[in-house]
């Protein structure tokens, strides 16, 4: 299995963490906005293969990095909520992770629960947290607002950076869905992401 280094994230959920960091460092070759020497920690690595490369079989060996770090955890969850893609692909790489992580915890995954609602610019490109927070405003809604009231929900992403996306969501599930708890795990995190 590969190695992984679990990190505490903040934000307004009830526990979230990184499985680990995205890259180990990245250093400029170039002019260009793509010319950096990039190296990525194990499971970046397999992220990074899986969204661009669509190396397919790389969601399940997510999905087991995923279920070892959970049976280290003791709270309870009744569905997994994948955050919505933010572009569309043939296959959506977070949606295969959360099938395959569904599958070994023996979990319903909800790909409709959640929906964005808003269109926004490409946030990766924008570096204030607060900046990001502004443009996520009122982006997601809930398809019906009882389903998972008084319940508790793992929320899973593929990369976490400032926390906007999340915070934002974790919000909405909260003030429109009434959910008891939600606990965040994303596959990795960036080494620079602002604080929430």
């Known amino acids: 299995m590969i190695k992984?280094?679990?990190?505490?994230?903040?934000?307004?959920?009830?526990?979230?963490?990184?499985?680990?960091?995205?890259?180990?460092s990245s250093v400029r070759i170039g002019p260009g906005p793509g010319d950096f020497k990039t190296q990525w920690t194990e499971l970046g690595e397999a992220l990074n293969q899986l969204k661009y490369k669509q190396k397919k079989e790389n969601s399940s060996v997510i999905a087991e990095v995923m279920f070892d770090f959970l049976k280290t955890?003791?709270?309870?969850?009744?569905?997994?909520?994948?955050?919505?893609?933010?572009?569309?692909?043939k296959w959506q790489p977070l949606y295969e992770v959360a099938w395959d992580l569904g599958h070994k915890v023996n979990k319903y995954v909800d790909y409709k629960y959640l929906k964005k609602v808003k269109a926004t610019t490409q946030l990766k490109s924008i570096e204030s947290a607060k900046e990001k927070r502004e443009i996520l405003k009122n982006s997601f809604t809930i398809s019906d607002k009882n389903k998972y009231k008084g319940k508790n929900i793992l929320l899973i992403d593929d990369l976490y950076d400032s926390g906007s996306t999340l915070?934002?969501?974790?919000?909405?599930?909260?003030?429109?869905?009434?959910?008891?708890?939600?606990?965040v795990v994303t596959v990795t995190k960036t080494r620079t992401g602002d604080k929430y």
């Open 73 to 89: 955890r003791k709270f309870h969850y009744y569905a997994i909520i994948p955050v919505c893609p933010s572009q569309k692909r």
């Open 167 to 183: 915070n934002e969501i974790c919000d909405t599930l909260k003030r429109e869905g009434s959910v008891d708890r939600v606990y």
């Open 4 to 24: 992984y280094n679990p990190t505490y994230i903040e934000g307004s959920w009830n526990g979230g963490w990184a499985l680990d960091n995205h890259t180990i």
